[in-house]
């Protein structure tokens, strides 16, 4: 995941992010660990909406300065 963060919150996300990509990545190669995998998933989709979310703030705040 290539992308230039607008924030140090944002770059954070980011690396969050891809380190559960990794992790998700990793548990596909072991048996029964299909649970942690779709936990981690649910941790990851909130992780997005956070920098959704976090984005759309820096956003506005570049428009209004």
Same mark, same amino acid.
């Given at each position: 995941? &290539?992308?230039?963060?607008? !924030?140090?919150?944002?770059?954070? =996300?980011?690396?969050?992010?891809? !380190? =559960? =990509? &990794?992790?998700?990545?990793?548990? !596909?190669?072991?048996?029964?660990?299909?649970?942690? @995998?779709? @936990?981690?998933?649910?941790?990851?989709?909130?992780?997005?909406?956070?920098?959704?979310?976090?984005?759309?703030?820096? &956003?506005?705040?570049?428009?209004?300065?």
């Amino acid at each position: 995941m &290539s992308y230039e963060a607008g !924030s140090k919150e944002c770059r954070n =996300l980011i690396d969050a992010k891809e !380190s =559960l =990509l &990794s992790a998700m990545e990793s548990l !596909s190669g072991i048996r029964n660990t299909e649970n942690f @995998q779709l @936990q981690i998933k649910d941790i990851y989709n909130t992780l997005e909406k956070m920098h959704d979310n976090r984005r759309d703030i820096e &956003s506005t705040a570049k428009l209004t300065t």
